[in-house]
């Protein structure tokens, strides 16, 4: 009798955009208690879950992508790293699956400096994960995860330590590639920089046009889509700054749905594309079927 199947394939999906290709890398996922998830009943909360047939506390998954352009490689994000859950942290794997070397990767693009976003900077020994990528992320996001005063205003010093100092030392193996910019800028041949601020002072979408085609890399425009998507307003506890969050997230869900613009997003579920469509008070997200050829 053969052995059943132990493990799942590799969480790896290439998608074409016009020339440049996109690969999704799932990093895994984590358990996250819905007391995080605020701006909401928590009965109705967890009866939009069931109701989606998905767990409480909210299932989350963590993702990355890589973007294949002009003969290099970047990539978004770089997952939770080893400072996850046991569930996370499966970035590495992912992209040896792919067959893309971490040397390999020339540029690192954050969204934002959040822990389950920059932990994969830095590689076993505190070095670069990425021994020749030049970092890009937005002026903002540095000068706030770099103002003393920002720190001091969290009381938690244990959350102080993890969001402030884990953001700042996760630049320092960069120190002398990291490059920051402002507003809306080509920071990849082919990729645009667009601020979505919010859930932190900085946090960048990159949006992918080549040959009249076009993807947005949301990063975390939704943490939970069953919520989020249809009650726009349903904000995190991680959220920096709530009402600008809100006003961001309900301002691209929109767009996506008028533009028909295709979205990808760190937590959606793999393999995280989808396209929004707009219906009654809210949206709805409709996930892109899977293509088999590139």
Not at 213 to 232: F, K, N, S, Y
Request: hydrophobic share 45%; aromatic share 6%.
């Amino acid at each position: 009798m053969r052995d059943l199947p132990r493990r799942q394939v590799p969480g790896v999906y290439h998608r074409r955009v016009g020339e440049i290709v996109l690969t999704v890398l799932s990093d895994g996922f984590q358990d996250v208690s819905m007391a995080t998830v605020l701006n909401i009943v928590p009965e109705e909360a967890a009866a939009m879950m069931h109701a989606a047939f998905r767990p409480v506390p909210r299932r989350t998954a963590v993702n990355a992508f890589l973007i294949h352009s002009a003969g290099r490689i970047a990539l978004v994000d770089t997952g939770c790293g080893t400072g996850g859950q046991a569930t996370s942290g499966k970035l590495a794997g992912n992209l040896a699956a792919a067959g893309v070397g971490l040397a390999g990767i020339d540029t690192v693009l954050m969204t934002h400096l959040h822990p389950d976003h920059f932990g994969g900077l830095a590689g076993p020994g505190g070095g670069a994960a990425f021994p020749h990528a030049t970092l890009w992320l937005s002026d903002a996001e540095y000068r706030y995860w770099h103002d003393d005063e920002a720190a001091n205003a969290v009381a938690d010093l244990a959350r102080r330590a993890l969001f402030f100092g884990g953001a700042r030392n996760s630049l320092l193996p960069y120190a002398g590639r990291i490059e920051r910019f402002e507003g809306e800028r080509e920071v990849f041949p082919g990729v645009t920089a667009l601020p979505l601020p919010g859930h932190t002072p900085g946090h960048t979408g990159y949006h992918i046009r080549s040959a009249g085609q076009e993807l947005l890399i949301w990063g975390d425009i939704v943490h939970v889509q069953e919520l989020q998507v249809a009650r726009p307003e349903v904000s995190m506890a991680v959220d920096v700054a709530r009402e600008p969050c809100i006003a961001t997230r309900r301002g691209i869900l929109q767009r996506a749905a008028r533009e028909r613009l295709t979205v990808a997003g760190m937590h959606l579920h793999f393999p995280a594309i989808a396209n929004i469509a707009e219906g009654g008070q809210g949206f709805t997200l409709l996930p892109e079927a899977w293509l088999l050829e590139l």
